[in-house]
C-alpha cells in the first residue's frame, strides 16, 4: 500500500513539470563599451622619422637636434709637386746621410792618422821621355820608415830609409806602362808609413806629385805612361 501511494505521486509530478527560471530583473547586466580615444593627444608618444638629410650632406652637423660628429676622410687626393716624406720620424731622413758621414770621417782618420790598411792605386802619368827621375821623402817627422821600390815586379830598391830631403834615382822607362810600386816595410816610430813621392822627367819637370799614409806591407802604386 505504501509502495502503491509513492508511485502515484511520481506519476503526478511527471505529469506537471515545474520550470524554473533565473530573474535577471534583480540583477540587471552591466555593458562595457569599447574604449574610444578622441583626443589624438592624450598620453601617446609622438615619434617621427629620424631625417636622414644630414647623413648625406657633409656640411650638416645636426639631425633633429642632435650633434653628428664629423667624418674625416681617409684618403688625401690633394696635389703636391714635392715628394711625400717616406720617414715617419723627421731625424731618421738624415740617419743614412749621417751614416756615410761618418764612414767617410773614419776612412780620413784611419788613412791620415792610422794608415790606409789596403793598396793604394796614386793614378797614371804620360811621358814622351826615355827615363825619368824617382824621388821621394818623409813628408811627416824623420822617425826611421823604410819602403821597398818595385818597377814591374822586378825589386830596384830593398830597403830605402825615408829622410826629411829628397832622394831617389834615374829610371829607364820601356815602350808603354810601367808600374812602380812602393811597399811600406814599417811604420818607423810614430805610425803610419808616411811619403811625398815625385816623378820628373828628363828636362826636370816634376809630372807626378803623389803622397801616402801605410800601414806595414802596404803599397803604393803609380803607373808611367811612355808614348
Same mark, same amino acid.
Given at each position: 500500500?505504501?509502495?502503491?501511494?509513492?508511485i502515484i505521486?511520481?506519476? !503526478?509530478?511527471?505529469?506537471?513539470?515545474?520550470?524554473?527560471?533565473?530573474?535577471? !530583473? !534583480?540583477?540587471p547586466?552591466?555593458?562595457?563599451?569599447?574604449?574610444?580615444?578622441n583626443?589624438?593627444?592624450?598620453?601617446?608618444?609622438?615619434? @617621427?622619422?629620424?631625417?636622414?638629410?644630414?647623413?648625406?650632406?657633409?656640411?650638416?652637423? @645636426?639631425?633633429? =637636434?642632435?650633434?653628428?660628429?664629423?667624418?674625416?676622410?681617409?684618403?688625401?687626393?690633394e696635389?703636391?709637386?714635392?715628394?711625400?716624406?717616406?720617414?715617419?720620424?723627421?731625424?731618421?731622413?738624415?740617419?743614412?746621410?749621417?751614416?756615410?758621414?761618418?764612414?767617410?770621417f773614419?776612412?780620413?782618420?784611419?788613412?791620415?792618422?792610422?794608415?790606409?790598411?789596403e793598396?793604394?792605386?796614386?793614378?797614371?802619368?804620360?811621358?814622351? =821621355? @826615355? $827615363?825619368?827621375?824617382?824621388?821621394?821623402?818623409?813628408?811627416?817627422?824623420t822617425? =826611421?820608415?823604410?819602403?821597398?821600390?818595385?818597377?814591374?815586379?822586378?825589386?830596384?830598391?830593398?830597403?830605402?830609409?825615408l829622410?826629411?830631403?829628397? !832622394?831617389?834615382?834615374?829610371?829607364?822607362l820601356?815602350?808603354?806602362?810601367?808600374?812602380?810600386d812602393?811597399?811600406?816595410?814599417?811604420?818607423?816610430?810614430?805610425?803610419?808609413?808616411?811619403?811625398?813621392?815625385?816623378?820628373?822627367?828628363?828636362?826636370?819637370?816634376?809630372?807626378a806629385?803623389?803622397?801616402?799614409?801605410?800601414r806595414?806591407?802596404? @803599397?803604393?802604386t803609380?803607373?808611367?805612361? $811612355?808614348?
Amino acid at each position: 500500500m505504501r509502495h502503491l501511494f509513492f508511485i502515484i505521486c511520481l506519476l !503526478s509530478l511527471l505529469g506537471n513539470p515545474v520550470v524554473a527560471q533565473i530573474d535577471d !530583473s !534583480s540583477n540587471p547586466s552591466t555593458i562595457i563599451p569599447a574604449e574610444t580615444n578622441n583626443d589624438a593627444n592624450s598620453g601617446a608618444l609622438d615619434i @617621427k622619422p629620424i631625417d636622414s638629410k644630414g647623413l648625406s650632406n657633409p656640411n650638416s652637423n @645636426k639631425i633633429n =637636434g642632435m650633434s653628428v660628429p664629423k667624418t674625416r676622410s681617409t684618403t688625401n687626393n690633394e696635389f703636391s709637386m714635392f715628394p711625400k716624406e717616406k720617414f715617419g720620424n723627421p731625424a731618421e731622413q738624415y740617419k743614412e746621410r749621417f751614416e756615410r758621414q761618418e764612414k767617410g770621417f773614419e776612412k780620413v782618420i784611419e788613412g791620415e792618422v792610422l794608415g790606409d790598411t789596403e793598396d793604394q792605386y796614386l793614378g797614371d802619368f804620360k811621358t814622351n =821621355g @826615355k $827615363k825619368i827621375t824617382i824621388a821621394y821623402r818623409d813628408y811627416g817627422a824623420t822617425d =826611421g820608415d823604410l819602403i821597398r821600390i818595385i818597377a814591374d815586379d822586378v825589386v830596384l830598391r830593398g830597403q830605402v830609409l825615408l829622410g826629411s830631403r829628397l !832622394s831617389g834615382f834615374e829610371m829607364e822607362l820601356k815602350e808603354g806602362f810601367n808600374k812602380l810600386d812602393f811597399q811600406a816595410l814599417n811604420m818607423g816610430e810614430s805610425a803610419p808609413n808616411t811619403a811625398e813621392l815625385l816623378v820628373l822627367d828628363e828636362g826636370g819637370n816634376v809630372i807626378a806629385q803623389e803622397y801616402w799614409a801605410l800601414r806595414t806591407g802596404v @803599397k803604393a802604386t803609380i803607373i808611367v805612361v $811612355k808614348e
